[in-house]
């Protein structure tokens, strides 16, 4: 790469460069400063721009878009087939939920997402706000989808599915969890040695096993060792194992974030004679949460993709719905366009997180202000 | 020692009733299927093709569900109370202990082992699963003895490997026998034409051959069954007339085809029956429900609501469907097959 000479800098410093200028100075010095630089990047862009038109002309210009126009997808060079989408899509977002009640699932999911959205706008962070809506937004996605107690026909939990099942299981996980590790963290972080004790062990215990065997004992062990009025529901004796593993890494989280705080700072609060909690959830805390943002974020992208786990207790959630959109003689051989589909899908929600993280690291920051 | 005479007075005293009151009451997993209402059967986490699928309705469809069905209409008068709980191949035997499931219909293969150890029973087979060879069909082949002199892709370490290896021996095939280590690239040599047939399990090839290549004319599978896999509904033990139970269903559904009874013509043959046989089996003359503690007409309605054996065959892996795999074994005794059924008097 060239170096810049001083002229060229002090002419660009008598006026602002506009941002699409500097963009094409900026290719022009990384990518093509000498013929060899310009030769590999007209090389590596060419190959870029070539696997972009692939995808393109495989996902829109030669696709087929409607589930009448299958056919089509077996002519000689017809490409992605969409028809699949068309046909299937209602599987994949409700899984084996009745076909005729699914305006029930749609409302549900609008209403785990509108939970969700609104719980990460700051205006709503307080406890009395938070709460309530989060006893809102649940309450309305179990009475919708299951029905018998708003007086709509019963649903039972084995037929939930499809997206809507992966983002009330990823919420509740999440929801649940996080207050779960952060009690956690507190316990190991005690004085008194029973509790730093147990903590340690239950955090140790459940991250030396499997999530995979965690979740296959909640589901099917558990029921032959509970007696029945303590089994419940089998979705729920997933989510609170799946949520007990989110906590035991999340509570690790938070302790490094814990360590990240000099001693000092609680012994200042002590001698400005304020009381330990104060200390704790003024002072210590808000700069526990800023240090451990980053894992955070990382812990609940990983747990919206492992949510795809349950398939194996015989959940109907959003792949296993996928799997079985093109598990039928018609539709088998277009398992690509579906995989492509929920992967769009997984790319929006999980992206979106990623980009909220990026905003509160930004909102967070000391020295912003 | 008190414990277990008073058991065996129970035992014996529980024994005698069918016997006092002439006619079976419902078995203990029958009655808690009726107290229920529903039938808990088991469905699949995703789909298994032709057994366990799922239709454009999220409705479950296959050959599994319709036993299913069968089953429920058989005990509650109708096919909808069976339902069906998703569940993993790993889960279904803890699901049968722990009582999630009434049952399993789950392309499960009867074996030793599962007889024995798990402690489970199993119905007579309603299918059975061989091992068969797939050739491109330009070799103008039809049975494997034409295959002399060819070569042969198997899945490496499977038991079709060994099974396919015998057979061809032992009719003295020549051949040469490539094996590779997954499924994929085995079906990725096969169609660049690096062999001339592979073997594998005969649903499977049909569903390759249905769904994964361009034109299906092209490939034939051959007629030799290579080996059996007797596909049982398997049940709890401890329960001998649930297991009755079940056994006749599939033998009223196989008997049904054996004398031209379908879902279409049912009610008509049942008001004039031909036979004292297609009388009992349909309910005309009694007999058939009482001794399972069911309705007399039960087979009358399952028949009316699935079909026989070969058309449910037909709509789920036969020729109705996508996958047109022919009936092999599972066609009647009479037509070549070895589907037979106990003498229903």
């Known amino acids: 790469m060239a170096v810049v000479s001083a002229s060229d800098t002090s002419t660009e410093m008598v006026k602002a460069p506009s941002r699409m200028s500097r963009f094409i100075r900026m290719l022009q010095r990384r990518a093509f400063a000498t013929p060899a630089d310009t030769a590999i990047s007209v090389m590596v862009f060419g190959l870029l721009l070539y696997i972009l038109w692939l995808a393109v002309d495989w996902a829109l210009v030669r696709a087929v878009w409607s589930a009448q126009a299958v056919d089509q997808c077996k002519v000689d060079g017809a490409g992605a087939c969409w028809s699949v989408i068309d046909a299937r899509h209602r599987l994949i977002l409700f899984g084996l939920y009745p076909f005729e009640e699914h305006w029930r699932s749609t409302a549900a999911c609008i209403s785990i997402i509108a939970t969700v959205v609104l719980s990460c706008v700051p205006a709503f962070w307080s406890a009395r706000r938070l709460i309530p809506l989060w006893i809102v937004g649940f309450a309305a996605y179990y009475l919708l989808m299951e029905g018998s107690l708003i007086g709509l026909p019963q649903v039972t939990t084995d037929q939930w599915g499809g997206l809507s099942l992966t983002l009330f299981l990823f919420s509740s996980v999440v929801l649940l969890g996080m207050p779960m590790g952060l009690g956690l963290a507190l316990m190991r972080r005690s004085k008194m040695p029973v509790v730093r004790l147990t903590a340690t062990l239950i955090i140790d215990f459940v991250r030396s096993l499997p999530l995979l065997t965690t979740l296959f004992t909640a589901a099917v062990i558990l029921p032959i060792l509970l007696p029945e009025w303590l089994q419940g529901d089998k979705i729920w004796r997933v989510i609170l194992a799946f949520a007990l593993f989110f906590a035991c890494y999340q509570a690790e989280v938070f302790r490094g974030g814990f360590q990240a705080i000099p001693k000092g700072q609680w012994e200042a609060g002590k001698a400005l004679g304020l009381s330990q909690w104060t200390v704790l959830f003024d002072i210590v805390l808000p700069q526990v949460f800023r240090h451990a943002l980053p894992a955070t974020i990382n812990m609940v992208v990983l747990t919206f993709k492992e949510t795809a786990i349950v398939i194996i207790i015989g959940f109907f959630e959003m792949l296993a719905s996928a799997g079985a959109a093109f598990g039928t003689g018609e539709w088998a051989p277009y398992y690509l366009e579906v995989y492509a589909f929920v992967g769009l899908i997984y790319w929006v929600f999980i992206f979106s997180l990623g980009q909220y993280g990026e905003y509160l690291k930004n909102r967070m920051k000391v020295d912003r202000r | ?345």
Not at chain 2, 32 to 43: A, S, V
Not at chain 2, 75 to 84: H, T
């Open chain 2, 1 to 345: 020692m008190l414990k277990t005479i008073g058991k065996f007075a129970v035992a014996a005293l529980a024994a005698s009733v069918p016997v006092l009151a002439g006619a079976a009451d419902p078995s203990p997993t029958t009655q808690k299927i009726i107290d229920r209402g529903t039938l808990l059967c088991t469905g699949h986490n995703g789909s298994f093709f032709g057994f366990v699928e799922v239709n454009d309705r999220n409705e479950w469809k296959g050959l599994d569900i319709d036993m299913c069905r069968g089953l429920a209409t058989a005990i509650l008068g109708d096919p909808d109370k069976a339902q069906i709980v998703p569940l993993s191949w790993a889960q279904r035997f803890p699901a049968l202990q722990s009582g999630d499931v009434d049952l399993i219909i789950k392309a499960t293969t009867w074996t030793m082992g599962r007889d024995t150890e798990l402690g489970l029973q199993f119905s007579i087979p309603y299918f059975l699963g061989a091992a068969q060879f797939m050739a491109h069909a330009d070799l103008g082949v039809t049975e494997a003895a034409e295959l002399d002199g060819g070569t042969i892709c198997v899945e490496a370490g499977t038991t079709i490997e060994r099974i396919a290896g015998d057979f061809l021996s032992s009719n003295n095939i020549e051949h040469t026998m490539v094996s590779y280590e997954k499924g994929a690239e085995l079906r990725a040599a096969y169609l660049a034409k690096r062999c001339d047939a592979f073997a594998g399990w005969g649903p499977n090839l049909a569903v390759i051959r249905a769904t994964e290549v361009d034109d299906s004319e092209a490939h034939v599978i051959l007629s030799d069954q290579l080996s059996t896999d007797p596909i049982s509904a398997a049940m709890r033990q401890g329960d001998e007339e649930f297991v009755d139970l079940v056994n006749y269903l599939i033998a009223a559904l196989i008997k049904a085809e054996e004398l031209g009874i379908t879902s279409e013509n049912v009610d008509e043959i049942a008001a004039n029956p031909p036979s004292t046989t297609v009388a009992r089996l349909l309910g005309a003359d009694p007999g058939i429900g009482e001794r399972l503690g069911l309705r007399d007409s039960w087979a009358r309605e399952v028949i009316a609501e699935i079909g026989n054996f070969g058309q449910m065959y037909d709509r789920n892996l036969g020729k109705d469907s996508p996958y047109k795999l022919d009936r092999g074994l599972n066609a009647l005794w009479k037509d070549g097959g070895v589907l037979y059924t106990p003498i229903i008097d």
